[in-house]
Every structure is written in structure tokens, then in C-alpha cells.
């Protein structure tokens, strides 16, 4: 009775000699089907392309297998693979805690960072903290909740309405951007921004040597005699 004992399976294709049938779907290096052949004359025709054999289909039968440079197939995969990470959107909720009394610099203060998050396209959870008496005035942090999201309407909207946890009221904003937007607005922002950094070191010596070259043909003013 066989028994798996552990140990990790690979999840890389069969290439080369390590294909173990006597016949497969060849598959050529543009696409093209070339049809069923003895596994011999597939790596002969590797080897003349000076490419690899690589079992794409195992399950089919017989088997499909491809000539490819495998090597360069494989970087171009953890490539692809690394951009799609790099690009993949991750939901995230920043928080930001106000008093429901805050002063009026302290309050444009923190707008100011909702206002960010939600530019980044990130959810804002907005959490209003009641100490003393100031729990028996919940209306005041309703309001404050309120003005708020009027404030930054055109950038987010209320996912969550205010509600009382305790001693705290809570409301959800989120982003009408979405975050791939977001990333992709921010990137085209920097790079647009590199460029023109880029531009104003090229034109400055240009600048220079016109002004220097204005100055050389400009006439000198000679004292004019009593």
C-alpha cells in the first residue's frame, strides 16, 4: 500500500529528459501544432532549435509539450507576476480621531488628512471620543460627522453612517476613486514631476549661456567727454 510521507510536491512542468512517455502533442516555438510525435524526435527537434521541450498539458493524452527557451520563459513569468503584486490593490482603512469640542485649526488639521487618504483612495474611519459630560451631548458629534463629510464630499462619501460605540461615535468615509486609480494618478504625478526636474537641469545651462552671450554683444557705455 504506498504511503506519502511528506515533503513538497513540485509544481514545476516535466522539461527535457525528464518527460517520460513515448509520444506528445508538439507544440512549435512560434505556436504552430505540429502534431503527435515519438517523445525522441520532440527533444531532436529541442535540440536543433537549441530550446527546451516543456510538458505544458500533462493530463492530456498523450501529453502536450512546447519548445521554448524555459529559462527566459520562467523570468518573464516572476516578472509578470512581480508587477501584478506591485499593482494589486489592497483595501485599506486609516482612522482618524477627533474630540467633538476640537478647535478650529486642529479641525482643518485633521480634515487635511482625511482629505489625503482619501485622495490615495484608502477608507477613513472617523471616530468622534466623548469624555465626561460631553457623552450626554452625542448630537454634537453627530454634526461634527456630518460637517465633515459635506467638507469631502468630492473626494469620499459615507460608507458607514455615524453610530455610538461606547463612549465613541463612529462613521466609515470611502473613496470615490478606487485605489488602482489612486496608484496610477500618483505615479503619472511623480513622473511627470521627474520629468520636469529633468527639463529645468537641461534648459539651465542653456539659459546661462544665452544670458552670457546677450551681456558679451551687448554695447559698453563709454563716459562721454566735458
Request: aromatic share 4%; with cysteine; net charge neutral.
Amino acid at each position: 500500500m504506498w504511503c506519502y510521507r511528506g515533503g513538497s510536491i513540485s509544481a514545476e512542468p516535466r522539461i527535457n529528459d525528464r518527460i517520460r512517455v513515448p509520444e506528445v502533442r508538439l507544440v512549435g516555438p512560434s505556436g504552430e501544432q505540429v502534431g503527435i510525435v515519438p517523445l525522441a524526435k520532440a527533444l531532436e527537434l529541442a535540440q536543433e532549435y537549441d530550446l527546451d521541450l516543456v510538458e505544458v498539458a500533462a493530463t492530456a493524452r498523450p501529453p502536450v509539450c512546447k519548445l521554448m527557451d524555459y529559462g527566459k520563459f520562467k523570468y518573464e513569468s516572476a516578472m509578470k507576476a512581480r508587477e501584478a503584486r506591485k499593482n494589486q490593490a489592497h483595501t485599506v482603512i486609516k482612522e482618524m480621531k477627533l474630540r467633538p469640542k476640537i478647535d478650529p485649526h486642529d479641525y482643518d488639521t485633521k480634515k487635511g488628512h482625511v482629505v489625503r487618504f482619501l485622495k490615495q483612495g484608502d477608507k477613513v474611519k472617523i471616530t468622534i471620543m466623548f469624555r465626561g459630560r460631553e457623552q450626554s451631548r452625542p448630537e454634537l458629534g453627530f454634526r461634527l460627522l456630518q460637517r465633515l463629510a459635506s467638507d469631502v464630499e468630492d473626494l469620499g462619501f459615507i460608507e458607514s453612517n455615524p453610530k455610538q460605540d461606547g463612549r465613541n461615535m463612529i462613521m466609515v468615509l470611502g473613496p470615490h476613486k478606487k485605489k488602482t486609480e489612486a496608484m496610477a494618478e500618483a505615479r503619472e504625478a511623480q513622473a511627470a514631476r521627474k520629468a520636469g526636474s529633468a527639463k529645468a537641469h537641461a534648459d539651465a545651462p542653456a539659459e546661462a549661456e544665452a544670458e552670457a552671450e546677450a551681456e558679451a554683444e551687448s554695447p559698453t557705455e563709454t563716459p562721454s567727454e566735458a
